[in-house]
């Protein structure tokens, strides 16, 4: 993790306090909201995913093959 960032600790704690308050959702809908009042989004395909973000320190990489393995 960059260093501008502070240490990593602090990051996940801020990651995980913004989620419990909704602040994604709300960025997200406010984004929506924008594009989608000025002409520059269209609803017809929409896929937020973090699926291929590298896992450090020995995480699995997931790839879309291995959910759909999974659910069946």
């Known amino acids: 993790m960059p260093k501008q960032y502070g240490f990593y600790v602090t990051a996940w704690r801020r990651l995980k306090r913004w989620s419990e308050e909704g602040v994604w959702d709300k960025i997200l809908n406010s984004l929506i909201d924008g ?3 000025n002409g520059q989004l269209t609803l017809e395909i929409v896929a937020i995913d973090s699926s291929f973000v590298e896992a450090k320190k020995g995480g699995k990489v997931s790839n879309i093959m291995d959910s759909k393995r999974e659910k069946e």
Do not use: G, I, L
Request: aromatic residues 66%.
């Open 35 to 37: 594009f989608y009042q």
